[in-house]
């Protein structure tokens, strides 16, 4: 299920993208060569809404984003882009400064290579290219000033299940930045992050756990599972031993968190990630405190729980 209306390929004689946004915009735009397996424009996302059934969404790694922001000296809430796996092309029509974090992967500016965590300088009508993830998954992009689409209930994330928000990104597409910043970037040099080919993630049990059996719990304590070619923004869907249930029968609809392990009818765990929904009827048999590592485990990574006794 993709977001909000698609943004409009670039058009001339100043007329409107979709949300009122100038195509020719007087600070600058991103215009979008190929968008890859999936591109979306993320922030913090929005914080507040879950009571009227709208998750958080915003950026896989929220703490990523940020660092990129600092890189090129935007507020840590700034909009940028969060790319998956092939990578992205992108022309921007200003010269600026642009930064790239997360997945390990080749940066071009031009015919020129760039870093990864460190402010790049990109002239005017230059090609910025991301290639495909060698490790990790995704990366996230930062341009000074921001990315300034139009905001949905006080963010710019791209939700891809409530379809909050703009589309994601396609061929053609331009996006307007905002206003340089004047202070200079904080941050100029930062330390590549670890690609494990195991994550431990600690767990709080419920609140379903009496949904299950004692061989489920110990097999979520005490066995592995491998990340599924199926997991998304939504969730990771996870493969391995199945986990029974105690209790047969249908559960009401109730409150979903972020990271929340909830169980589907097969037996197989799905951690919910940042675009998740906020009620679900499978029970949920405990919650995973910090699911920022699940952003760049790729298919086939291993990943075990463990209470937070360990």
Do not use: K
Not at 48 to 75: C, E, F, I, K, Y
Not at 205 to 219: E, H, I, K, N, S
Request: glycine share 14%.
């Amino acid at each position: 299920m993709t977001g909000g209306p698609p943004l409009t390929p670039a058009v001339t004689g100043g007329m409107p993208l979709a949300g009122g946004v100038p195509a020719v915009s007087p600070r600058g735009e991103i215009e979008v060569l190929r968008a890859g397996a999936l591109t979306t424009v993320q922030d913090q996302g929005r914080i507040g809404w879950a009571h009227l059934g709208v998750p958080r969404s915003g950026a896989l790694d929220p703490a990523a984003l940020r660092l990129a922001n600092r890189l090129v000296g935007n507020p840590e809430s700034a909009a940028g882009l969060e790319i998956t796996l092939t990578g992205c092309d992108l022309r921007l029509d200003r010269a600026t400064t642009v930064a790239v974090v997360g997945a390990e992967a080749d940066v071009w500016i031009g015919t020129r290579p760039g870093d990864t965590g460190r402010p790049l300088a990109v002239p005017g009508g230059t090609v910025l290219r991301t290639g495909p993830a060698r490790r990790g998954l995704r990366c996230w992009l930062a341009v000074a000033g921001g990315i300034v689409v139009d905001p949905v209930l006080g963010s710019r994330a791209t939700d891809t299940l409530a379809g909050l928000g703009p589309a994601p990104l396609r061929d053609g597409d331009l996006l307007p930045l905002g206003v340089v910043p004047d202070p200079p970037a904080s941050v100029d040099f930062t330390v590549p992050p670890p690609f494990p080919a195991e994550l431990h993630l600690t767990v709080r049990l419920g609140p379903r756990q009496d949904w299950f059996t004692p061989v489920a719990l110990d097999r979520l304590l005490g066995t592995a599972y491998q990340v599924s070619p199926l997991s998304n923004r939504v969730g990771a869907r996870l493969s391995g031993a199945p986990l029974p249930r105690a209790v047969a029968g249908e559960l009401p609809s109730e409150g979903i968190v972020l990271g929340a392990v909830q169980v589907p009818a097969d037996g197989q765990p799905l951690v919910f990630l940042a675009d998740h929904p906020t009620t679900g009827g499978y029970p949920v048999i405990a919650v995973v405190d910090d699911v920022t590592p699940l952003a760049q485990a790729r298919p086939g990574t291993t990943v075990r729980f463990h209470g937070p006794e360990r």
